[in-house]
């Protein structure tokens, strides 16, 4: 599996961003995908994922309500929009795939950085 990243860039505090992320190659073994960030000194972390086929979604508490991770399986992309966007949201955000019977994400984008001025 392939992963495309695209959409990162600078917007002001409020603003909103929309990322997307096309996946390639064995998609059909596709369980999950789901955007990670890592902030400048910070660890990676989860922002929000979604299964491929059902589409349940979850979220990292401090989006909750700002964020929404959507997919389009006949396009094989998967979005993550971005409302309401603070300063702490900056950071480089990865797209990455979790297979079948897969027990972590195997699969990852390069990253996109996203910038939010104050």
């Known amino acids: 599996v392939q992963l495309q990243a695209s959409g990162g860039g600078l917007v002001q505090a409020g603003g909103s961003l929309r990322l997307s992320c096309a996946a390639s190659?064995?998609?059909?073994?596709?369980?999950?995908m789901g955007w990670f960030r890592q902030a400048p000194g910070k660890e990676r972390e989860v922002v929000a994922t979604?299964?491929?086929?059902?589409?349940?979604?979850a979220y990292a508490d401090s989006v909750k309500g700002r964020f929404t991770i959507s997919k389009d399986s006949a396009q094989n992309t998967v979005s993550l929009q971005m409302y309401s966007m603070r300063p702490e949201d900056t950071a480089v955000y990865y797209c990455?795939?979790?297979?079948?019977?897969?027990?972590?994400?195997?699969?990852w984008g390069q990253g996109t950085l996203v910038t939010v001025s104050s």
């Open positions: 990455a795939a979790r297979r079948h019977g897969g027990s972590n994400y195997a699969y």
């Open positions: 190659g064995s998609t059909s073994t596709i369980n999950s």
């Open positions: 979604i299964t491929w086929i059902v589409g349940n979604t």
